[in-house]
């Protein structure tokens, strides 16, 4: 069940639209800041909370990769895949991170800290390469730097 | 009209198309997958590139999209330019990188679009060697089997599906190289639409589950023109048949009814044709056993013969015409009785005294399409007759076309012109006994108990007309719905009065009829349609015979034989009527195809075709006379009840002709029926018509286990058609098509070479001829009074019955795939009411109505309206009573 506070959140979203459904990605963006990721429950609740079938709602889920389906870490590492990043050196630090965290793209840790994604194009090639962890956006990486950066993410 | 220049030679081709529809109207081979005549276009896949130049002096040209380019007066292309053709093929490898090479074990192989347009567009090698993206596949539910891996991702389904049929249980999901069209989880497919998929995708993604059952390649079926024989509206479909079994139903294109589509009940609603409990043999109850064993059928007809003057004929609404008035004409007219009761039988000679009394339209299911405002009395349409409820789904859309049309987007160009209507639906008011599927789609609402319906609409007519009867003491709250739904009427031009008899209430219809009356008084055309039970209800209708109470009246007293044609009778009257009209005939004779509870009660039983194996007439809802053609040679002893009754009588019919011209004679209404078809004489480029494709395979094996020589092809007296892969394949009218080949065209998409246009009539014409006319321009009169308010009887309650799409008709439900979707017996009732019996979710009820009693779980349903009780209609264990009835509840005590 969705929280009364997310709910509350939801439904101011979709009182700004002229059709409840306008607020489906407001919605999955609620659910996905208060609980990490958007369960199967949860898009039928915001599927009945804005007069839509889950599968319109799941539809919309699914085609952002913003949007994650499954169950991630506390720490979402979105590491940038596109060319630019892959020039400028993202294989030794994706190999880095691998090791480092004892995991694969598309994994989380034992200890649920870190889940690692591919994620295509972050915007900030002219500082290549790039990941972001949560909302922070961190630039001009490379190896050593990562182990810092790290610490700050318990 | 426009013209438009192919490879500079003119073409004239209608207003307001697009270049992909006027080039397949005119007989090009332009390549296509997300384009569909019914669902229009969206350029998603980029097949039907074609070559556009701005003038004659343009000689470098660009590439556009046929689907997505008008057909202005002036255009100039090429289709068949190398630039064009290699966009094509490229487009196409590209389509085919992620498509699995598994045609050899793909159902759709063989009359798959995808392998046509593969074909059409010369990619022939595939070069590319990589893994391709594979996914999960889901259960859907006993109609559709689901194997993704094969999608091309044009978004056809989900474009059917959502946009077409308002399902909302089938979506895109993900995106890139990666899309998924499935359901959010594994689950049953709700929409009642839902095998059209099986149509609508061009390749196996989504295919017949209940074919895979007992699965032959295409090429292999043999085919002929039917019509579905599970509700009244008449769709024209496609039986197959191999090994003496039947295979599949495919949608047959008729323009004025089912167009494209077909519902599930009829797509799967044929397994009864195959089913365990078909009679084969004549049987007779055997003197020691007092058991129906098998016996010779001279020994039958023996038997079932009775003295001149001495049987009482019992027709049936789901048994063809030439049926009913060969036992008809076996019985005597005045012995003839048309198997329905009382009540049904008085709705149904009013009905069709309304209809022909005009002055509204009688609409085919294609103009249902094109109301621009519509009233629903008394029918929940997507369970009394699905197609219906598309076609009104259709109407809503098109009643709001013009707003794009303003807004200069082509009628034809789907996704902008759903984006700008977003949900907006033309005018569409239902007045039901509980909430049906359409509720979400209407303007207005009502649940009312059949009365209050009826009153409903006699105040909709007396708002639209003073000089029309108002109902007395209407509440405050029903009068403004029904000025606001008399409103709304008026503002349209086209209105559509939509009725029927599931509500048992003759006031309705009645209603409803005025409605129709008072919009044509103001000017309009307005329209009125009923809908019916049964595949013959209205041809048997027109024969004006007597009703089955008439004949247990007639045989009270005793009667030498009764003859019972193709009808169940306890599924039409109480156990009690039925058991004592059986007993006061020394010999009960019963002609069905199926050992019911009726035939099983019978002296003898004589073995009837199906519509699959026999020749007939069927008379829609609206009139309309269409002929369903013999698929596959009947086994066994099994022949059509008319051949049964011919030889009863004595003189048996040479074939249906024969028949048909004593019908003709015998009650001149029918004299068109001869017309349905070409007879069976009539030869094209002298030659028979082939019911096997031209690849049909194994025709010297298949018997070879029994014979070394090749058997002899079985006769067919009744049909130009014969039962083999030889004979003219040429253009023949619409009614004797048996399949949509034509040369590159393999899949249903063949059609278009068979239509005048394409998603116009077919060449020559759309099949089936309509027996009733309404007198347009006819005075508009006002019948019937309106009903008192609906009354309340102490501790009794109102039982209403509630249609279901699958379950409830008699003939689908033997069949597996639909009755693993039909509900289980319940009673519902609202919660006040449940509250007020003390009743809740699961208790289990004794259920008295009438003279019949039942034992029902019990379900709490909000949208029932107030004060009635529900059952599920047609529905095993529960009993087969005249509903609306007023019966008793009682809780049943713990233990």
Not at chain 2, 84 to 89: H, I
Not at chain 2, 119 to 129: A, C, D, L, P, V
Not at chain 2, 346 to 373: F, H, K
Not at chain 2, 399 to 427: S, Y
Request: with cysteine; charged share 20%; net charge negative.
């Amino acid at each position: 069940m969705l929280s009364d506070k997310i709910k509350h959140e939801i439904e101011h979203e979709a009182a700004m639209f002229e059709r409840r459904s306008g607020a489906c990605i407001d919605a999955l963006r609620i659910v996905q800041r208060e609980r990490g990721w958007v369960d199967d429950q949860s898009v039928k609740d915001v599927a009945a909370l804005l007069e839509m079938t889950p599968d319109e709602v799941d539809s919309v889920a699914t085609f952002y990769n913003l949007i994650l389906r499954r169950p991630v870490g506390r720490h979402v590492i979105r590491i940038c895949t596109s060319v630019s990043c892959w020039l400028m050196g993202l294989e030794p630090m994706l190999a880095h991170l691998e090791k480092t965290l004892g995991i694969g793209l598309g994994q989380t840790t034992a200890d649920g800290r870190f889940t690692l994604i591919p994620n295509q194009c972050l915007g900030t090639c002219d500082h290549a390469p790039a990941f972001m962890i949560d909302d922070d956006l961190h630039r001009d990486l490379d190896p050593e730097k990562l182990d810092a950066i790290l610490a700050n993410y318990k | 009209m426009a013209t438009i220049y192919i490879d500079n030679a003119p073409y004239e081709v209608k207003d307001g198309q697009n270049l992909l529809q006027a080039c397949l109207s005119l007989g090009f081979n332009v390549p296509y997958f997300c384009w569909h005549p019914a669902l229009q276009s969206v350029g998603a896949c980029r097949q039907c590139a074609v070559k556009q130049y701005r003038d004659e002096k343009d000689t470098a040209g660009k590439i556009v999209m046929a689907c997505m380019t008008p057909a202005t007066d002036g255009t100039r292309i090429t289709i068949d330019d190398a630039e064009s053709r290699a966009f094509r093929a490229q487009v196409i490898e590209w389509l085919m990188t992620n498509h699995p090479h598994d045609c050899p074990v793909c159902d759709e192989g063989g009359e798959c679009h995808l392998q046509d347009m593969t074909i059409m567009s010369g990619h022939t090698y595939r070069e590319y060697r990589f893994t391709k993206r594979t996914y999960n596949n889901q259960n859907l539910g006993p109609f559709i089997n689901h194997e993704m891996n094969r999608c091309i991702q044009c978004y056809r389904c989900v474009r059917f599906y959502r946009d077409y049929a308002n399902g909302g249980d089938l979506a895109p999901f993900a995106s890139h190289n990666h899309v998924f069209f499935g359901r959010h989880e594994d689950g049953v497919l709700e929409s009642e639409f839902s095998g059209n998929l099986v149509e609508v995708c061009p390749t196996g993604v989504f295919t017949d589950k209940s074919f895979k059952q007992h699965f032959t390649r295409p090429w292999d079926l043999q085919s002929a023109p039917s019509v579905c024989v599970h509700c009244g509206l008449g769709c024209n479909v496609t039986p197959s048949e191999r090994y003496g079994a039947l295979r599949r139903i495919r949608n047959r294109y008729n323009g004025e009814v089912n167009g494209y589509f077909l519902c599930d009940r009829g797509r799967y609603g044929y397994e009864f044709v195959n089913g365990a409990g078909r009679v084969r043999q004549p049987l007779a109850r055997c003197k020691d056993t007092g058991e129906l064993a098998p016996v010779p059928k001279d020994e039958a007809l023996a038997l079932a013969r009775a003295p001149q003057g001495a049987a009482i004929g019992i027709g049936s609404p789901r048994a063809s015409l030439e049926s009913n008035f060969a036992l008809r004409q076996l019985v005597g007219a005045d012995r003839f009785f048309m198997g329905v009761p009382k009540r049904g039988h008085q709705l149904l000679s009013s009905m069709i005294s309304l209809l022909r009394g005009g002055p509204a339209r009688v609409p085919s299911l294609r103009e249902v399409g094109e109301a621009d405002a519509v009233f629903v009395l008394g029918e929940d349409l997507t369970n009394t007759a699905p197609l219906m409820a598309l076609q009104v789904y259709q109407a809503q859309y098109r009643a709001v076309l013009p707003e794009a049309e303003k807004a200069g987007i082509p009628a034809w160009n789907d996704a902008p012109v759903r984006e700008l209507l977003q949900d907006k639906r033309g005018f569409l008011a239902l007045a039901t006994p509980a909430e049906t599927k359409m509720d979400v789609f209407a303007a207005t609402k009502c649940h009312a108990a059949p009365d209050e319906i009826a009153r409903l609409g006699f105040a909709v007519a007396h708002a639209l007309n003073a000089a029309a009867p108002a109902p007395e003491g209407l509440a405050a709250d029903v009068a403004a719905l029904a000025a606001g739904i008399a409103e709304a009427l008026r503002a349209a031009k086209r209105p559509l009065i939509i009725s029927g008899p599931s509500c048992g209430s003759e006031a309705i219809v009645l209603a409803a009829a005025n409605v129709a009356s008072a919009l044509c008084a103001a000017g309009l055309d307005a329209a009125l349609s009923f809908v019916v039970p049964e595949c013959n209800s209205i041809g048997l209708a027109l024969m004006d015979a007597g009703s089955l109470d008439d004949a247990m009246q007639a045989a009270e007293g005793g009667v030498d034989t009764l003859i019972i044609l193709e009808n169940d009778l306890y599924r039409r009257a109480d156990r009690a009527s039925v058991d004592r009209l059986l007993g006061a005939a020394k010999n009960v004779v019963v002609l069905d195809h199926t050992l019911h509870a009726t035939a099983q009660k019978a002296a003898v039983v004589l073995p009837a075709a199906t519509f699959a194996e026999g020749d007939g007439s069927l008379v829609n809802n609206e009139g309309r006379a269409q002929r369903f053609i013999q698929v596959m040679p009947p086994q066994e002893a099994i022949q059509e009840s008319w051949r049964w009754c011919g030889e009863l009588l004595g003189k048996p019919w040479k074939n249906l002709d024969v028949l048909l011209a004593q019908l003709g004679a015998v009650l001149p209404g029918f004299a068109e029926l001869a017309k349905l078809a070409p007879p069976a004489d009539a030869r094209f480029g002298g030659q028979r018509l082939p019911r096997q494709p031209h690849r049909y395979s194994g025709r010297t094996a298949m018997q070879a286990h029994l014979s070394v020589h090749e058997p002899q092809i079985p006769n067919d007296p009744d049909s130009a058609f014969t039962f083999s892969m030889e004979g003219f394949r040429g253009a023949v009218p619409a009614a004797v098509v048996p399949s949509y080949y034509a040369p590159g065209w393999n899949s249903v998409q063949g059609l278009n070479k068979f239509q005048e246009e394409v998603g116009g009539p077919m060449r020559g014409g759309d099949p089936g001829v309509r027996l009733i006319a309404a007198a347009q321009g006819a005075r508009a009169e006002f019948r019937g009074a309106p009903p008192a308010a609906q009354a309340t009887r102490g501790a009794e309650r109102l039982i209403v019955s509630l249609p279901h799409v699958f379950g409830s008709e008699e003939l689908s439900a033997l069949s597996g795939p639909v009755a693993e979707r039909a509900p289980q017996p319940y009673l519902a009732v609202n919660e006040a009411d449940a509250a007020a019996m003390a009743l809740s979710q699961g208790d289990v009820v004794e259920l008295s109505v009438g003279n019949a009693q039942a034992v029902l779980p019990v379900e709490v349903r909000a949208s029932l309206a107030p004060g009635l009780v529900g059952v599920p209609a047609g529905i095993a264990g529960i009993p087969a009573v005249q509903l609306p009835g007023w019966g008793t509840i009682t809780k049943r005590t713990e233990g």
